[in-house]
């Protein structure tokens, strides 16, 4: 019998079940709160002690998974951590943003870019406009109000004090708003979210949330304009919420809540 040939069900599937399976063990590493013993591992990944400790010698072997010899506890190997700085080091939020919210923009009755920090506030990089919403009131390169814009409260609850103060006072007066409360700030920060209606035009509603990288820490900020009188069904109020949540998947960011809060008006 010839070795090399592919077992039937794998040649149907096109897939090689071993490393699914592989992976399966490595996910579930990835995952863990710290390092696990061999029968909690076999329990989270649905198998047996003997496959869980065959799979696992096979991935300590090749540097993927590692154990320690006092505790005999498995975790996550050298050979795992650099596969995943090298996905790191490719992942572009702004650019994985960027799709989304052109998708969006193509798909709902809303506008919507991706903003990035400057030192003159929220700086829009991307901006898509909408064919089903005819208010376009910003454009790509815009600097938005840090105080009269849901994308403003965004960047406030999650970057210092200190660096929000500086870029509100190179904001012209127009711009400037009333600073949120602190309470305003921690509802954003724990929601991931804001939204603002009238903020500046009239029924005109502005949604915001955050892109974190795999550091915790704020990159972007994806944004709409809409009329929420255009918006008939839940799931398009919902679509610039949905589409973070995809983000921060992407980008190895904290997961946002599954439903957007009550809007803030």
């Not at 506030?121 to 849901?150: E, M």
């Not at 603002?196 to 550091?215: E, K, Y």
Request: proline share 6%; aromatic share 4%; net charge neutral.
């Amino acid at each position: 019998m010839d070795d090399t040939q592919d077992p039937p069900s794998e040649k149907r599937s096109g897939v090689i079940q071993s490393v699914s399976i592989a992976a399966r063990f490595l996910n579930t590493l990835a995952n863990a709160e710290g390092e696990l013993a061999l029968g909690e591992v076999a329990r989270r990944t649905g198998t047996g002690g003997s496959t869980a400790h065959r799979y696992l010698q096979s991935l300590v072997k090749e540097g993927l998974a590692k154990q320690d010899p006092a505790s005999g506890l498995y975790d996550l190997g050298p050979a795992a951590l650099s596969i995943g700085i090298g996905a790191l080091k490719r992942i572009d939020a702004v650019d994985i943003a960027a799709r989304h919210m052109k998708a969006l923009a193509q798909q709902h009755a809303a506008s919507g870019g991706v903003a990035i920090w400057t030192d003159r506030g929220p700086t829009l990089v991307r901006w898509h406009r909408s064919a089903y919403f005819s208010i376009n009131p910003l454009a790509l390169g815009d600097i938005l109000p840090i105080d009269n814009t849901a994308c403003g409260l965004v960047f406030q609850a999650f970057l210092p004090k200190a660096v929000i103060d500086a870029a509100r006072k190179q904001q012209p007066a127009h711009f400037r708003g009333t600073p949120p409360t602190a309470a305003v700030l921690e509802q954003v920060r724990q929601a991931h979210w804001a939204e603002m209606t009238s903020h500046l035009l009239s029924n005109v509603t502005g949604q915001a949330a955050p892109v974190f990288d795999a550091q915790q820490e704020i990159v972007c900020v994806m944004t709409t304009v809409t009329d929420l009188g255009q918006l008939q069904a839940p799931e398009d109020r919902q679509a610039l919420f949905h589409e973070a949540a995809l983000v921060n998947q992407a980008t190895g960011g904290r997961m946002v809540p599954q439903v957007p809060p009550a809007p803030r008006r």
